[in-house]
């Protein structure tokens, strides 16, 4: 029996067998190949593969926004973290894909999570300019004082980038000032 799609044709058998296919899937937008392999077993949805990553972190940081919601139905956690301590948000944070944050953060990922240097998905959008990610980070909690494994915070990262728009957010957004 074939399985088909538009991109590619398996063997049911080989999208059983072969333990890479969810995650050759989310990768490349294989909607109906990911809904496949969950249905047949949904467990799949908080794999690995050999380098860490989950199919959600695969799927946002190649922006699949079908496949990402697809994977939080199916109960993808969304806070799982790859081999370097990076998750599906910090990804998104990075490449700036505004549809698939907004998913995330109101699916519920952890704003503050940090990855290996210490670094939280705030810190990604400072570096990278993504304001309106940015901005739904800070709306959903997320701690401007963070401090990654340098000593920087996601402003002193605007600040490095010269990016005025962003440090007027985290400007807004500081607690105020008590004085003495």
């Given amino acids: 029996m074939l399985f088909l799609n538009p991109n590619y ?24 190949t ?3 392999i969950l249905s047949e077993n949904p467990s799949m949805v908080n794999s690995l593969d050999p380098k860490g990553f989950t199919p959600l972190i695969l799927a946002a940081y190649n922006d699949q926004p079908e496949i990402v919601d697809l994977l939080i139905r199916s109960g993808a956690d969304l806070n799982m973290q790859d081999a370097a301590g990076n998750t599906a948000l910090m990804g998104i944070a990075f490449k700036g894909y505004k549809d698939i944050a ?3 953060i109101d699916a519920g990922a952890d704003v ?20 309106q990610i940015a901005e739904w980070l800070l709306q959903g909690g997320a701690d401007m004082t ?11 990262h605007a600040v490095v980038q010269g990016n005025e728009a962003m440090i007027e957010l985290f400007q807004r957004y500081a607690p105020p000032k008590t004085g003495a």
């Fill in 9 to 32: 044709i398996y063997a049911l058998e080989d999208v059983n067998m072969n333990e890479n296919a969810i995650f050759d899937a989310c990768r490349n937008g294989d909607l109906a």
């Fill in 146 to 156: 963070l401090r990654d494994s340098r000593g920087k915070s996601p402003i002193d």
């Fill in 34 to 36: 990911v809904k496949q």
């Fill in 102 to 104: 907004k998913k995330l």
């Fill in 112 to 131: 503050n999570v940090r990855n290996s240097n210490g670094a939280p998905a705030l810190t990604f959008a400072a570096t990278f300019g993504h304001l």
